[in-house]
């Protein structure tokens, strides 16, 4: 079956450094990325949207300088959180799926962050 | 730009008893919709979707859900709760064949409780 994996599953990082976190596809192809963030006590946000081959697609509020990420083939992406703060803290959770129309998005565990 | 709303911050029920979430949408024309679970801890899982067809559509663990176009609507229910029910309940809209499952907006979530 399809799965994904994150990597941490939780991690603690003190404010102003940098927190990079992995998202792994098993069992299908990952053409296309997101990452969300859920902020403590709120709804889930999109932060990017990432397609192999494509240039990645920031939501308003979210920067590359930010958030920069990679997603070198079809099975891996990566985030970093550069110059992390508080107002960063929350579950980033990476959605993954394969190119076929209509297909849903397979998520994470995600991994949670917590700024010290 | 779509939008998604649940009233419903926390819902407590007993266990045996029936349960609905409420989800209204806003759209220019009616988009993809999906119930995703968050279990305590954990990142989401999909319960259901729908694309088109049938309004009433079937998911996982029991849960069912009814789009309404008329009003702008998708509740999830479930006939009877199990305390393994527990957690919180997200709605999700996302636009168009090509962005389906990837671009979601989520609703700020339902907690719901079930006491035994």
């Known amino acids: 079956g399809a799965l994904v994996y994150q990597y941490p599953r939780r991690t603690i990082c003190k404010s102003g450094t940098s927190m990079r976190m992995e998202c792994q596809a098993v069992?299908?192809?990952?053409?296309?990325v997101a990452w969300y963030r859920q902020s403590p006590q709120k709804t889930f946000e999109l932060i990017a949207l990432?397609?192999?081959?494509?240039?990645?697609?920031?939501e308003q509020n979210f920067t590359q300088e930010k958030f920069p990420i990679s997603h070198p083939n079809l099975s891996f992406s990566s985030m970093t959180v550069l110059n992390a703060y508080l107002e960063d803290r929350g579950l980033y959770l990476c959605?993954?799926?394969?190119?076929?129309?209509?297909?849903?998005?397979?998520f994470g565990h995600g991994t949670k962050l917590s700024v010290l | 730009a779509q939008s998604v709303t649940q009233p419903d911050a926390r819902v407590t029920v007993s266990e045996g008893a029936s349960l609905q979430l409420r989800c209204k949408y806003s759209?220019?024309?009616?988009?993809?919709l999906f119930w995703y679970v968050q279990y305590p801890r954990q990142g989401l899982q999909l319960l259901l979707k729908?694309?088109?067809?049938?309004?009433v559509v079937q998911g996982v663990n029991g849960f069912e859900a009814e789009f309404s176009k008329s009003n702008s609507s998708f509740h999830l229910r479930k006939a009877s709760v199990h305390w393994s029910d527990s957690a919180v309940y997200f709605c999700?809209?996302?636009?168009?064949?090509?962005?389906?499952?990837?671009?979601?907006?989520f609703g700020i979530g339902t907690r719901v409780l079930v006491r035994p």
């Open positions: 959605g993954a799926r394969s190119g076929v129309s209509n297909e849903r998005l397979f």
């Open positions: 069992g299908f192809q990952a053409t296309s």
């Open positions: 990432s397609t192999v081959n494509s240039a990645i697609k920031y």
């Open positions: 759209s220019s024309v009616t988009p993809y």
């Open positions: 729908y694309y088109s067809g049938d309004p």
């Open positions: 999700a809209v996302s636009m168009g064949a090509n962005s389906a499952g990837n671009k979601l907006t």
